[in-house]
């Protein structure tokens, strides 16, 4: 007799069927329920949204000066070390990923 490699085995078949027969037996939430929780959690109190009037924070920010070993690239803006300087052309200087 020959022998069906392809086919799924008996076994296999009777657990997938248990374990399908188990999700649909299980307390799942439906759909309403969850979108009811989420809509809650939507409203909870202190969250800032975009575009609120900040005009009375005051931001308080400790600026470090730039050392001499650092230099600012004048592609993106970002303070290197020397070790990254890649180029320096017309008194501007380019760091190793912008030039990569």
């Known amino acids: 007799m ?3 490699y392809d086919e799924v085995r008996s076994d296999v078949a009777e ?8 999700l649909r037996s299980a307390n799942a939430p439906d759909a309403r329920s969850v979108v009811r929780e989420l809509d ?3 409203t909870s109190e202190g969250v800032e949204l975009p575009g609120a009037d ?7 920010v400790t600026v470090v000066p730039q050392k001499d070993d650092e230099f600012t ?3 993106c803006f970002l303070v290197r070390h020397r070790s990254q300087l890649a180029r320096e052309k017309a008194g501007h200087a380019y760091c190793a990923d912008c030039l990569s």
Do not use: H, P, Q, V
């Open 54 to 60: 900040l005009s009375g924070e005051e931001l308080t």
């Open 40 to 42: 809650e959690a939507d």
């Open 2 to 4: 020959a022998t069906d």
């Open 73 to 75: 690239c004048y592609s």
């Open 15 to 22: 657990s997938r069927n248990a374990s399908l027969e188990a």
